[in-house]
């Protein structure tokens, strides 16, 4: 079993729809939690970083994390054909965030 | 903000032959990785270079088949020596944090897209 699992998609929705994007993690140890955002042939851009649980929101994406249940969401609302792109769950714990553990990325498509 | 950039940004190599990738920070950082993203796998670090000192290999990754060297605060290259198909892969620089920045933040150039025949 992976330490973190993610859909690999593809994931298509219209412009406009509300979009689910969901890792979940084995390690318990997890503490900071991140979204990258990757355009094809881009590095890995980071959208968002949560320590420990809670919701974080910035304009039109929001992170969960329920470390309860191993469970991380982005939701992008009023989603854009710009979203269109592969979203990267990380997370590391006390061995330094730099050691991340990443999921295999979720390739959003998003048609105008 | 600052800006981390990588060449080449693609290459097309022989078997055999060696590549080597470099990655120039606009800042001078403590911290800079490698990693390597396969096609359909998640991106897996390779090694931490530090100015000055050795780099530091994750399991599965030998100095000999990825030599790295950290000049300055700045600078860094990732050799990937003695090349098979099996190398074929995203080669992505990463520091963490930036002056200004938290540290609690990993950043990434743009990468080298590298296929061997």
Redesign the interface.
């Given at each position: 079993q992976k330490e973190v699992e993610q859909d690999p998609g593809p994931l298509s929705v219209p412009e406009g729809a509300i979009v689910s994007l969901n890792c979940t993690y084995s390690n318990s140890a997890f503490q900071y939690f991140m979204w990258y955002r990757q355009y094809s042939r881009k590095g890995p851009e980071l959208l968002m970083y949560t320590y420990s649980s809670g919701n974080k929101e910035d304009g039109r994406f929001t992170a969960q994390v329920d470390k309860s249940s191993k469970y991380i969401s982005l939701f992008i609302r009023d989603s854009q054909p710009s979203d269109s792109a592969t979203y990267l769950c990380a997370m590391g714990g006390n061995t330094g965030f730099q050691k991340l553990v990443f999921g295999t990325g979720t390739r959003l498509l998003v048609s105008p | 903000s600052a800006v981390?950039s990588?060449k080449p940004?693609?290459d097309i190599c022989q078997r055999g032959t060696s590549l080597t990738i470099q990655c120039q920070v606009d800042s001078q950082v403590t911290?800079m990785?490698w990693y390597r993203q396969q096609p359909?796998?998640?991106?897996?670090?390779i090694a931490?270079a530090n100015q000055g000192s050795e780099a530091t290999y994750e399991s599965g990754f030998v100095i000999d088949k990825f030599p790295i060297s950290r000049p300055n605060l700045t600078f860094s290259t990732l050799t990937v020596s003695n090349m098979s198909p099996e190398d074929s892969s995203i080669y992505?620089c990463?520091v963490?944090g930036f002056p200004g920045e938290s540290n609690?933040?990993?950043?990434?150039?743009?990468?080298t897209?590298l296929s061997v025949l």
């Open positions: - | 981390i990588q940004s693609r911290m990785f359909g796998q998640s991106l897996t670090l931490t992505l990463s963490e609690e933040k990993l950043f990434f150039g743009s990468g897209q």
